[in-house]
């Protein structure tokens, strides 16, 4: 595998619950993302971390919370979502900055979500 | 805005034919492209970098090539095999935006 785990893999929830998605990587990246993916679309980039701290919020509604305890894991908390925020979300990692001397992004599988 | 565009027709081809994947982009001057793969229901897989100043790439049966003059890359599989059969995605270095991903068909 890529060396990022997510949890759950699947989850169904209703409008009015709370969950939340984990991703952990064992890769010793700096920078881990979470992106929205729904079918037919491209990939969507939520959020971005590099060193723990947050660098990027693409106008993500406030229903989505990130958290970034530390360079090796990454939280999505989910609250009172919507039908349409179904897709599949995924995170990622890279190392970024000077001293990288690539830039590829590593995947983990993805959390199949359903809201009904 | 910048844009990243992939054809979103599904591609086609026989066993053992070269297959050829375009990525544009638009109002963008990427410093590299990176292409993935994407499998259903799994998450996308690194497959090969290549920076603007470089004008082709090579990883065993994998090519990709970077016209920063006409904004394309282009990706190739030579010898295809029913295996190569999956959605290849392209992006650039600052990962905020990918391209939506050309399904690749290969046919026995």
């Known amino acids: 595998e890529t060396g990022v785990t997510q949890t759950p893999r699947h989850l169904v929830m209703g409008m009015t619950n709370k969950k939340s998605l984990k991703c952990e990587q064992h890769l010793g990246h700096n920078a881990m993302y979470w992106y929205k993916q729904s079918a037919k679309k491209p990939l969507e980039l939520m959020f971005v971390y590099n060193f723990k701290e947050q660098t990027e919020n693409n106008s993500v509604p406030s229903r989505f919370s990130p958290e970034c305890p530390n360079s090796s894991h990454l939280f999505l908390h989910l609250h009172t979502l919507q039908p349409e925020d179904s897709a599949l979300y995924l995170c990622?990692?890279?190392?970024?900055?000077?001293?990288?001397?690539?830039?590829?992004?590593?995947f983990g599988p993805g959390t199949r979500l359903t809201v009904t | 805005s910048q844009k990243i565009e992939q054809n979103s027709e599904a591609l086609n081809i026989q066993e053992g034919k070269t297959a050829t994947l375009t990525c544009n982009y638009t109002n963008y001057s990427p410093a590299y492209l990176q292409w993935y793969r994407q499998d259903p229901g799994r998450g996308p897989v690194f497959l090969l970098l290549?920076?603007?100043?470089?004008k082709e790439k090579r990883k065993e049966r994998l090519k990709v090539t970077f016209d920063t003059t006409l904004k394309q890359s282009l990706f190739h599989i030579t010898a295809s095999q029913p295996a190569d059969s999956a959605t290849y995605l392209c992006g650039p270095e600052d990962k905020l935006i990918f391209g939506a991903g050309t399904r690749l068909a290969v046919h026995p």
């Open positions: 990622a990692s890279s190392r970024e900055g000077p001293e990288a001397s690539s830039y590829e992004q590593y």
């Open positions: 290549i920076r603007e100043n470089e």
